[in-house]
């Protein structure tokens, strides 16, 4: 039986565009991806703050630090019709939000007070030191719930992080769109219209 659903914050509630500025501002970032992919991982896990980040991207990009910072994050988007739906869904379920960032990151995105009014628990990976895919952000998050592994839905954008979700024991949906999540998530929860 399903008791929470767990949503990622960058891709799934708020639209992700750093992706898009390493893509568009690095011009050798097919090169550079697994480099740069180690650096934001590194400040995913809290080992490294928010200048730390800028100042090792711009050493290995040529691009400048304060550039970095103000951009790579980008104008992010937040997605209303799914952060409502969530909000919907927490009269019948527990709806918690594990996301990978950096210490402080997430305040820009949703406030402590949003944090704590828009969800029942919320995991950054910074904060527990695991982040997704490994089974342990998974594990921290179901506990932080209350519920079980297998009685959570984790809904991602990221492949590796379904996988990792499975792994955990949870069930998981990959996003793509509002409506195909909805609809997938209907299915599993057996509602007939989501």
Not at 59 to 69: C, K, P, S, V, W
């Amino acid at each position: 039986m399903i008791r929470a659903i767990v949503f990622d914050c960058f891709g799934v509630l708020y639209v992700d565009p750093s992706l898009l500025f390493y893509e568009r501002e690095v011009e050798n970032y097919s090169e550079l991806r697994i480099e740069i992919s180690d650096i934001d991982k590194r400040y995913d896990y809290g080992y490294i703050n928010d200048l730390e980040h800028a100042h090792e991207i711009a050493a290995i990009t040529g691009l400048d630090e304060d550039f970095i910072r103000q951009n790579v994050r980008g104008q992010h988007t937040l997605n209303d019709s799914l952060l409502s739906y969530s909000q919907e869904l927490r009269s019948d379920y527990k709806v918690g939000m594990l996301s990978n960032i950096g210490h402080g990151g997430m305040e820009s995105f949703f406030s402590g007070d949003e944090q704590s009014q828009l969800f029942d628990a919320t995991v950054l990976s910074s904060d527990v030191g695991a982040i997704k895919p490994s089974p342990e952000a998974f594990y921290i998050t179901a506990e932080k719930l209350g519920v079980r592994p297998e009685e959570c839905v984790m809904i991602d954008d990221r492949k590796d992080n379904v996988d990792g979700a499975i792994a955990a024991g949870m069930q998981a949906i990959w996003y793509k769109t509002n409506e195909q999540c909805i609809a997938e998530l209907g299915e599993i929860l057996g509602q007939k219209n989501a």
